[in-house]
């Protein structure tokens, strides 16, 4: 699909009880534009009820990784996180919800957060998403935004703490809830296609 972004690829990660739709809605818009995106599901955290053995990775309203109604190959892929190959990834993207509580506690991906910064490589999250930010290390002296329940954690590593719908400080993008992805996404979009 041609578009703005053609021939870039952003990487979503999530552990189980993601926010569905900060999954679903920058997979959209993002692929909309031409982005090839990858869904990367991190076997962490609880799992919504019913907790079954084997049970894919599950947003908090039900969706799960791979997505039934959305099937792979038009719109995104699926990949393990030891299957991703930093260089040719452009943007890593972590969803809220209760996922960033587990992923923050997994190592594989606080070292692909550093490895991206290092390198310079966009880095977005979202709602609970910055958290992963603060436990990689990497928030020290970022202007950042992020659901009110997690600004004291940002402000704690180090961040400047701000109230806006979506915040751009250098190669790291992030946004407050829901309701602002549409910025959010704008504030991705904007900096992959630069």
Same mark, same amino acid.
Request: glycine residues 8%.
């Given at each position: ?18 926010e569905?739709?900060e ?52 719109r ?53 998403g ?11 002296g ?6 009110? *329940? =997690? +600004? %004291?954690?940002? &402000?704690?590593? @180090?961040a400047e703490?701000? /109230?806006? $719908? *979506? =915040? +751009? %400080?250098?190669? &790291?993008?992030? @946004?407050?809830?829901?309701? /602002?992805l $549409? ?5 991705? &979009?904007?900096a992959?296609?630069?």
């Open positions: 699909m041609a578009g703005r972004l053609s021939g870039k690829r952003v990487a979503i990660v999530v552990a189980n009880e993601f569905d739709i999954l679903l809605y920058p997979l959209l818009r993002l692929s909309e534009e031409g982005a090839e995106v990858i869904v990367v599901p991190v076997k962490r955290g609880l799992h919504p009820r019913p907790a079954l053995e084997d049970k894919p990775v599950t947003g908090r309203f039900g969706h799960t990784v791979p997505i039934p109604v959305m099937p792979q190959g038009e995104y892929i699926v990949q393990e996180m030891d299957e991703l190959d930093a260089n040719g990834i452009d943007c890593i993207l972590f969803p809220g919800g209760y996922s960033p509580d587990a992923l923050r506690l997994h190592e594989p991906t606080l070292e692909l957060v550093r490895d991206f910064h290092r390198r310079g490589k966009l880095i977005a999250a979202i709602c609970h910055p958290w992963i930010l603060a436990s990689a290390g990497i928030a020290r970022k202007r950042v935004t992020g659901f009110a *329940a =997690v +600004r %004291d954690d940002l &402000i704690h590593a @180090g703490w701000v /109230d806006a $719908p *979506a =915040v +751009r %400080d250098g190669n &790291i993008i992030t @946004g407050r809830v829901p309701n /602002d $549409p910025e959010f996404c704008q504030e991705i &979009i904007r992959l296609a630069e």
